[in-house]
């Protein structure tokens, strides 16, 4: 802020507001825009994946056959062709999706607000795993809970962790069981059944996020938890991985004794999600476009995330570990207990490196010696280059 | 819900989810989407002001040129080019606005949500008018205000009324200077001085909403609010009624200490608005076309506007009083004291004639016996034929 602001009146802020604080990683991480910095920080996709002709087409033929239907205010359910594929999609092994469980959202941030809205008072008991995903946490956090990090390992949260009294009285269990930002680690089909039969036996509502459900490298897809409770679990969804996050386009799947609840948070929010944008995804993904368009998808990550690994094992020093995830986006990366990854996130920027450091994704107590790694927007030359001088500034430390 | 669903498990909702009620109004209404209901309910902006080919033009332009600008996630804050088009827009007669007080909303309704997150705690005093605008009422509701109407008249909120007793503590007052949804009123010169004096004086924050603005039939705008306390008001435009509402494009101008609150909170809430349809509107707008296009839009709805006066004239029995807005998108219905507008509505929607009621404007006390016509959907022949319609019903029941 300039001087002159020290003379503006201060603004009564709610208490929700005085505790969001600015990001100091969010305001180190915009250097990292600059086109000469390598950044495993940011979760872009890459814009090689966008499939630019298809959605000028659909927008012009949109905009021809129906321009009202395109640029008109529209129902706060969303579109209803959308809602249909998107119902039919999940419809599978045994499995029934109504279209009236499904909510086409702004983006799947838009879902975590609105769930947040819904499910959440100040005090209310939410689980989550260790870490999780931080935009989960800045969402529910508006809504003021109290935060419970549920155990986890390399897999994933732990059903058995999942005590009687650690979950008493908990509002919902947040997760992302395929591949999660940030630690790239997928949940194996054991648990998952484990823990939706906790959801159908009523211990607490869980909340499914599946942004990267179908970056799946190995072509091993897992069940989702929604599979297994449909009627028990909210499932979100995301356009913005296979299709392009610029749209803003996600979707969520809920019971409609909470999805008509839902809807009414989303009319007081924002009406509903652009018809236009709508549109433009059905027309584009209406006759099978995705199971054509994702293998590419899957290809070109699953090279980028060898390249990293390989990068990795060649140039760590000893006393550094870090997963091979088998599908998304990020690998998680733990350094001896004596380096602070905030410390050598400045050190790095001003070698051109970026990454995310860990701390923020814990809701409680975090671990300051890790970080994640994104491999899906810096091609596989410059991944070697960039993980070569993070090792270096790694080893200077240990 | 269908009788299944008494197995589904009852989700624990919010208090603030427990306090949203269905709209019996919003049910009721749904049937007003059949093609044989002449519908003056909706704030539908008329299609045939759509700017279909323009949009059609510049989405190709844009995959074109720059996919990756228009298809990548964004800045939280909103395309540059678009805030600093709205910062000239708004920089007229000495008053300079930056476009760091810029922000780009996923529709104007975003912003009233934003402004409920940062500014309002359970119990908050929140000033309205009487009546104001039911989604601002919808949005803030979430936040768990107080509301405090404030004294009006014909034309809107009286300064005088604003006493320091009234607005004592109060978080902010909202309010829409120009054509008010529900009342199509507009606050004269002399009230607008006064209210941004109070603003400056810090005596309360002020929310200006300003949907309607440009839709001014007899080509005498008034100052804004902004205009008169750039430093003291957060000011709420949207591209809704001169571009396409279908775009869900709003913008706030707020002061930087706010501001970067607002962000915080629109970056918890969906990210950002879609890069697509943000870039779509400023190549549309950037080279002048609303200065063409919006003379258009107030010549076909102030002859919409006058159809409806003239039909209010011709077929109303005395005791039914209304205005004649000199802009936007709305009149006003005082009916004789006994007719409950709620109970109007069933009878005139079973003679395919729809409207919305009154009562839900009013933050507190209701006046039953008033309703919200809307001018702008209806072409002149139908006005008529629904008028009169409406108006042997209301004669039936003095």
Redesign the interface.
């Known amino acids: ?2 001087p002159r ?1 020290l ?11 005085r505790k ?1 604080t ?1 990001s100091a990683i969010r305001e180190i991480l915009k250097i990292t825009e600059r086109p000469d910095v390598i950044s495993f920080a ?1 979760g ?2 890459s ?1 090689a994946t ?1 499939p ?2 298809r ?2 087409q659909a ?2 033929r949109l ?2 056959a129906d ?2 239907g ?5 129902a706060t359910e969303g579109y209803m062709p959308l809602r249909e594929w998107v119902a039919e999609r999940y419809s599978t092994g045994g499995v029934e999706i109504r279209p009236s469980q499904v909510l086409i959202t ?2 799947s ?2 879902a975590l ?1 609105l769930l947040g ?5 100040a005090g ?1 008991k939410v689980l989550v795993e260790t870490p999780t995903y931080l ?1 989960a946490l ?2 529910f ?3 003021a809970p109290t935060y419970v990090q549920v155990p986890t390992d390399h897999a994933g949260l732990i059903p058995e962790g999942l005590t009687p009294e650690l979950t008493r ?1 908990a ?1 919902l269990l947040y997760a992302q069981p395929n591949f999660q930002n940030p630690t790239g680690r997928r949940l194996p089909l054991e648990r998952r059944e484990q823990l939706a039969a906790l959801a159908r036996e ?1 211990a607490f ?1 869980v909340i499914e996020d599946d942004p990267y459900g179908a970056l799946d490298y190995r072509g091993t897809p897992l069940p989702t938890l929604l599979s297994f409770a449909p ?2 679990i909210v499932h979100l969804g995301t356009f ?1 991985k296979v299709l ?5 386009l996600g979707y969520l799947i809920a ?4 999805h ?2 839902l809807v ?2 989303k ?11 709508q549109r433009i995804a059905y027309d584009v993904i209406k006759d099978g476009f995705l199971d054509e368009h994702i293998p590419s998808i899957r290809t070109l990550y699953r090279e980028q995330c060898d390249a990293m690994h390989d990068a990795l094992a060649k140039h760590m020093p000893e006393g550094v570990t870090w997963n091979r995830p088998e599908g998304g986006m990020f690998l998680w990366v733990d350094l001896p207990e004596r380096v602070d990854s905030m410390e050598l996130l400045e050190a790095s920027i001003a070698e051109g490196v970026a990454f995310v450091p860990g701390a923020p994704f814990y809701a409680n107590e975090a671990r300051m010696n890790t970080l994640r790694l994104s491999f899906v927007t810096v091609p596989p030359a410059k991944i070697d280059e960039g993980i070569a001088r993070l090792a270096a500034l790694i080893r200077a430390r240990i």
């Open positions: 802020m300039n602001d003379s503006l009146p201060e603004w009564a802020l709610s208490e929700r507001a969001l600015s940011g872009l996709p814009p966008f630019n002709e959605i000028a927008a012009q905009l021809t321009p009202n395109a640029l008109q205010y529209s702004t983006g941030q838009q607000d809205k819904t499910l959440i008072d209310s935009g800045q969402s956090s508006l809504y009285d509002r009523g509502p009627e028990h913005s392009a996050p610029g749209l803003r019971p409609e004794n909470l008509f609840k009414q948070a009319q007081a929010t924002d009406l509903h999600t652009p018809s236009f944008t």
